[in-house]
């Protein structure tokens, strides 16, 4: 059975500062995996996604996510912090035709 | 492109009554997601449609919940009777094709309080 373990329910760093929320995840066959963010009062929008093309994959807002098969991580980065990242991120994974399988999130704190 | 549109955003209602929440998808699009989400259970998926078919309800929590397709551009979602239980934020998203590979477009929710 397909499983998300996002580590960390709360993550807070500093504006300026390199941001790392941790994706595992569990798959029989190759995954599709993903990284929503949801924006306070406000639906999940997606970030970027990993297809099995390139293992790095880039999204929107200068966030980037490698994928790492031998370490089943899907890890979610980006440089520097910024005040407008605050924020809930969701990983899911899907290697179905329709369920995408969710983490429990992981809200950003960022601190000025 | 106007988005998935969720009506009302808001609802407060008292135990007992019904509840519907409606959802317009993405025009094109042939997926549709139902989801609820809470700070217990986080997002959970409820019901999902493939071109106006429910192909898994697995995830509605009872006979007091309900979900219809008539058409392409519009599904809901109704509870009768409420419960306190029941409070939460209820999400309906949208895809181009099967969503488990594809991108899901999101609703802004409907967050609904049953007192």
């Known amino acids: 059975a397909q499983s998300v373990t996002q580590l960390g329910s709360h993550v807070s760093v500093s504006e300026g500062a390199l941001v790392l929320l941790r994706c595992n995840y569990s798959s029989s066959v190759p995954p599709y995996l993903f990284w929503y963010v949801q924006y306070p009062n406000q639906g999940l929008q997606l970030l970027l996604k990993y297809t099995s093309a390139a293992t790095l994959v880039k999204g929107i807002n200068g966030f980037e996510a490698e994928f790492k098969k031998s370490e089943t991580s899907f890890h979610l980065t980006k440089p520097s912090a910024h005040m407008s990242d605050a924020a809930e991120y969701f990983c899911?994974?899907?290697?179905?035709?329709?369920?995408?399988?969710w983490g429990a999130g992981t809200k950003l704190i960022i601190k000025p | 492109d106007a988005g998935v549109i969720q009506s009302p955003r808001h609802e407060v209602t008292e135990m007992g009554q019904e509840v519907t929440l409606r959802c317009k998808p993405i025009s094109g699009h042939n997926s549709l997601f139902w989801y609820r989400q809470t700070m217990m259970r986080g997002l959970e998926l409820l019901i999902y449609?493939?071109?106006?078919?429910?192909?898994?309800d697995s995830g509605m929590p009872e006979d007091r919940f309900s979900a219809k397709m008539p058409n392409a551009s519009f599904s809901t979602l109704k509870i009768q009777p409420s419960e306190p239980r029941d409070s939460a934020v209820y999400f309906c998203a949208s895809s181009l094709g099967k969503g488990g590979r594809e991108t899901q477009y999101f609703g802004p929710g409907t967050r609904l309080l049953v007192l």
């Open positions: 449609f493939n071109n106006n078919v429910p192909i898994d």
């Open positions: 899911a994974v899907s290697d179905s035709n329709y369920q995408l399988i």
